[in-house]
């Protein structure tokens, strides 16, 4: 098993730009997740996933867009890059989201927003 | 809101030394906790689950407890070395999906 692979490891965008962060398991977990992780604030969520075809907002979504397709991907997309979404995302999954269930995470994607 | 805090934000102790990291939390209707170990520039390590009718959850060095009426859990490290260091984050789990984190608390062990 690979895990939650996440790709790219680091990115520098524009103001302005658009990107896609890649997210995927080979665990076949129903429940995936993206957080931002910001010096001195711990992680916050921004979108997650309860299966394929079904997408929430978590604490902070906005300039953030997820879909997914399919149980083993889940991208996020950063619509206008702006400065302040420099930040380290995760991704993360567990089997059904289900309350007791362990959290598996990403070795993150390390974007700069110029 | 559920607010989860760390205290220390950053720990240094001799080789040997066991540890001790403090999470606290606002909201008492939690369904777990979950401890995390991360390595700089890496991801997370789960490192220990404990469900909100446990005490305590045990394995290998580490030892974390649950007291959900005062809002605070405990993980405790013992006989530091120096592969210790690392940040170490707590996670409540409400009950929904969102965790919500604390900022962590920077373990040094010095050899």
């Known amino acids: 098993n690979a895990g939650v692979t996440q790709t790219p490891k680091f990115q520098v965008l524009k103001t302005g730009q658009s990107m896609t962060l890649q997210c995927a398991q080979d665990?076949?977990?129903?429940?995936m997740s993206w957080y931002r992780q910001d010096p001195g604030m711990g992680l916050r969520l921004i979108h997650y996933s309860v299966g394929a075809g079904i997408t929430d907002q978590g604490e902070v979504p906005n300039g953030y867009n997820v879909s997914r397709s399919t149980t083993e991907d889940f991208p996020l997309r950063l619509l206008s890059a702006a400065p302040s979404q420099t930040s380290v995302y995760f991704c993360a999954s567990s089997y059904s989201g289900q309350v007791g269930e362990e959290q598996y995470f990403g070795p993150g994607t390390r974007l700069t927003v110029t | 809101k559920q607010e989860v805090t760390q205290i220390p934000a950053a720990l240094s102790v001799p080789e040997g030394e066991n540890l001790v990291l403090n999470c606290s939390f606002t909201?008492?209707?939690?369904?777990?906790l979950q401890w995390f170990r991360q390595d700089p520039g890496k991801g997370l390590t789960s490192l220990l689950l404990i469900q909100s009718s446990q005490r305590e959850q045990t394995s290998g060095r580490l030892n974390a407890s649950l007291d959900k009426s005062s809002g605070r859990s405990t993980l405790y490290i013992a006989a530091s070395q120096p592969g210790d260091s690392a940040t170490y984050l707590c996670a409540v789990r409400p009950n929904d999906y969102k965790l919500s984190f604390g900022a962590g608390t920077t373990v040094t062990v010095r050899a």
């Open positions: 665990m076949n977990h129903e429940y």
């Open positions: 909201d008492s209707a939690i369904y777990n």
